[in-house]
């Protein structure tokens, strides 16, 4: 079988934060289209991970790659662009809380804006047909002119989100979407994701605190364990013992 | 589209900004005096050679250490003062004693006409009962920094959280344990963090203080440029910006290691802090309490106060006397002093104007995590060769020093060579001054600025310059804003100030009619400018409020 180019691939990966060492020796690809979840107890490296594929952070040893591209090697422009292919949605949102919707949600088009254009948006918002479909598209249009901050954790939660519609991104990483989600959200945010997905044929890669979800909406689990990858399996060979085992506690080993 | 209160204020700000400066005759007169030019060269020449002769030098350090003395000792009183005014001023204390009454908001007001008055003005008064004392310069510095303390931390009291005291409360503490056991703790970090701030304000003051004649920098510094020795006066700045620098730099560190990274907390939406750890916290308390003893016994030495000035008959008699000449009151100047009004609050208008727009581009290169290697908006992170944002850095903090070490008097001295006396030069003079304090508070801001949404927007290739206008300014602006409001009150007060040198407004006729002992005058003068402290800061903390 003849394989697309991958997405991302990981060579070797490695990332240390001073003496710690957060990520070992991670090798790895991601095919367009597939839905993955990254899965692993608190610490174990997942976020760590998705700002690796996102290039805010660079490998302290090993290569990442990214649509073809070793992004270690990139000048600044040029990561720019790809990272403009690349939309993050965030485990503690990261929304700028004082602009309004409308700004925070155009933001995911700053990489295409010009500054003159960006400038007179904050003053009249520019395109706000795309931001205002992306906000219905998550289920909150009629917010689009209210501060930030007045919204409730669930419905920044969707702003977040409609960012990342408007950005218009190959691939999509999302860092625990659903952490500070009640459960009837949480579905509904999970289902917004995966339907996102497969309709528009992206890439999506979340990183989960609950499996269930991993399995019902992704198509790929990857366990991580301790900075280390314990299984990258399709969900139905994901087995409970697997997953204890991934859950263990260090002191139990 | 609505009109939010930000573009209300903004509109306000515009319109009060365009009014003073057709106040201060921008359209309309001569305004800059070039004949002062070639004196103003040989000023800023004197800059690269100053006096070093041994004993200009000895002078230098005479005259430093007595202007430490005075913010030390100032700090100090004041420190007792505003403890046992916040205490009694707060509304928690008497809560704690099941008291309903509305004595606390009382002595607030009570306390708020010392506030409004400067140090200036109450150094010039008890020079006229005490003389060129050391402790004129100390009360003149103890009695409204004492107000503003009592007021600020009755206000932190206020804000720390009640659930842990009103607990012990129930449980049958007394009160006063109850207190001291729970909320002076949880408010202890605020209100030292405040404290050092204070310290800060108090060099400035006594800096100030010295043009009076109470001796020490300010003084060495007003007497050089009155008589033209430029290289002297160069020497006594240095001395000066060594002075505010190392004070400046203490009192941040002293702040990290105590875990509060921003001086005066004005109550906005709180930013996750970083807290440091518990145990160091703990550990350094102890170096601090005999570290600021011995300095305040050193201080003390130094100067060598007449505390007993302070109750002789002497004393008595002529503040009697003084009560006895200013009544009744003279409102026949009362025509004159409204255009001066309306002056000093164009002045202190186009003063934060100023400043807010200096402070605020400089506070950018003066952060130390924006442009530098590793910082957010570095182009090319890995590639460490380049140093300008390391020399941007050094310069603008240089530059902010230097603005809010010299005090705004002999600011004044300096732009008076190539202006006119007028407003205008007085707000450019105690611009300059509190560019360097609102700057530097700006750049704390930035520092302390939750970076995530910056880092999410980076993640997404916006290039630096949309950052900057997605990110950074929207995030940073309240900030900003609050600050300036809240330096507008200080700069109202300030004004008072450059007008002892000449620059127009009510400060002008106070000196005058201080140092003319036309006292009946003076307290009709003194009244307008309470009132107009008070609409000031009124305005200020409407504008605060609904911008938050
Ligand atoms: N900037 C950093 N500096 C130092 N250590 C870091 C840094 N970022 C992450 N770490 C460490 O790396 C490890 C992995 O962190 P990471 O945030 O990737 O975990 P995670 O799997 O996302 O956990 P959680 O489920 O709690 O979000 C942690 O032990 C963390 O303390
Ligand atoms: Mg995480």
Redesign the pocket.
């Known amino acids: 079988m003849d394989l697309p180019a991958p997405v991302f691939e990981l060579k070797h990966v490695s ?1 240390q ?2 003496q ?1 060492s ?2 070992t020796d991670i090798s790895l690809q991601i095919y367009p289209g597939e839905r993955v979840a ?1 899965v ?12 690796l594929l996102n290039g805010t ?1 660079r490998s302290t040893q090993g290569e990442v790659w990214a649509m073809g591209r070793n992004l270690s090697q990139l000048s600044s422009k040029r990561l720019r662009q790809i990272q403009q292919q690349i939309g993050t949605i965030y ?1 503690q949102l990261h929304l700028v809380d004082n602009l309004r919707v409308i700004h925070n949600v155009n933001a995911g088009q700053l990489g295409r804006w010009s500054f003159l254009k960006a400038l007179t948006s904050l003053i009249v918002p520019l395109e706000t047909e795309t931001a205002i479909k992306a906000l219905s598209q998550v289920g909150i249009a009629e917010k689009v002119y209210e501060r930030t901050d007045r919204l409730s954790g669930g419905q920044q939660q969707r702003v977040a989100i409609a960012r990342v519609l408007v950005q218009n991104p190959i691939v999509i990483l999302a ?2 979407p659903i ?1 500070s989600l009640d459960p009837e959200l949480s579905r509904e945010v999970m289902d917004l994701l995966r339907n996102l997905a497969q309709q528009t044929h992206r890439t999506l890669i979340v ?1 989960l ?1 609950d499996v269930d979800f991993a399995r019902s909406h992704c198509d790929r689990i990857i366990g ?1 364990r301790q ?1 280390k990858v314990l299984f990258d399996a399709a969900p139905h060979q994901v087995s409970p013992d697997l997953i204890a085992d991934l859950y263990r506690l260090e002191s139990h080993r | 589209m609505t009109v939010t209160p930000s573009l209300k204020w903004g509109l306000i700000g515009l319109a009060a900004i365009v009014l003073s400066l057709a106040q201060a005759g921008l359209f309309q007169q001569d305004l800059f005096n070039l004949n002062g030019a070639p004196l103003l060269w040989k000023f800023i020449v004197a800059s690269v050679h100053p006096d070093f002769s041994p004993e200009l030098l000895q002078t230098t350090f005479n005259a430093t250490l007595t202007t430490l003395a005075y913010a030390v000792c100032g700090t100090f009183f004041s420190l007792i003062l505003g403890i046992i005014g916040g205490v009694l001023t707060s509304e928690v204390w008497w809560l704690s004693f099941g008291q309903p009454s509305r004595f606390w908001l009382l002595i607030r007001g009570f306390l708020a006409a010392p506030r409004a008055i400067h140090e200036l003005i109450w150094g010039l008064f008890f020079v006229n009962i005490w003389g060129l004392d050391p402790l004129t310069a100390i009360v003149a510095i103890t009695i409204p920094f004492g107000a503003i303390t009592a007021k600020v931390f009755s206000e932190i009291l206020d804000e720390t959280p009640r659930q842990p005291l009103l607990i012990l409360l129930n449980s049958g503490f007394s009160p006063l344990t109850a207190f001291f056991y729970s909320l002076l703790p949880q408010a202890f970090l605020n209100l030292l963090s405040y404290t050092f701030y204070r310290f800060e304000c108090s060099i400035r003051s006594a800096a100030v203080l010295g043009i009076i004649g109470a001796g020490g920098l300010g003084y060495e510094i007003f007497l050089s440029l009155q008589s033209l020795r430029y290289e002297q006066l160069w020497t006594f700045f240095y001395a000066l910006f060594i002075l505010n620098g190392l004070v400046d730099l203490s009192s941040a560190w002293l702040r990290r290691q105590l875990g509060c990274s921003s001086r005066l907390d004005l109550n906005l939406q709180q930013t996750k802090k970083k807290q440091a750890p518990k145990d160091i916290v703990r550990r350094r308390y102890f170096l601090l309490l005999p570290v600021s003893l011995a300095l305040l016994a050193l201080c003390f030495w130094v100067i060598n106060p007449d505390f007993s000035k302070l109750w002789a008959l002497r004393t008595q008699q002529l503040l009697g006397q003084f009560v006895r000449s200013a009544l009744p009151p003279d409102f026949s100047e009362v025509p004159r002093l409204i255009p001066q009004a309306i002056e000093t609050v164009s002045m202190s208008v186009l003063a934060i104007a100023f400043s807010a727009f200096g402070g605020l581009l400089l506070a950018f290169p003066a952060a130390n995590n924006f442009f530098l290697p590793g910082g957010l908006l570095n182009s090319n992170p890995g590639k460490s060769a380049n140093l300008l944002p390391q020399i941007m850095l050094l310069l603008s903090r240089a530059i902010l020093l230097m603005c809010r070490a010299i005090p705004a008097p002999i600011w004044a001295l300096v732009v008076l060579f190539v202006m006119f006396p007028g407003i205008l030069p007085g707000a450019i003079a105690l611009g300059l001054h509190n560019l360097g304090i609102l700057g530097r508070l700006m750049a704390e801001v930035i520092e302390n600025q939750d970076q995530r949404p910056l880092e999410a927007l980076k993640a997404q290739g916006t290039p630096n310059s949309l950052i900057f206008l997605y990110g950074v300014l929207p995030l940073t602006m309240p900030r900003f804003v609050a600050y300036s409001l809240y330096r507008w009150e200080v700069c109202m007060r300030e004004t008072v100030i450059v007008g002892l040198v000449g620059a127009g407004g009510l400060g002008r006729s106070l000196t005058e009619q201080l140092s003319s002992f036309d006292y009946r005058s003076l307290i009709v003068t003194l009244g307008g400018f309470l009132m107009l402290t008070f609409l000031v800061d009124w305005v200020s903390a409407t504008a605060r409020r609904s911008l938050r």
Do not use: I, P, R, V
């Open positions: 990332q934060f001073g710690f957060a990520l990254l692993g107890s608190s610490g174990a490296g997942k976020s760590t991970l998705l700002q952070l485990q860092d625990e952490a990183s605190h991580l900075g």
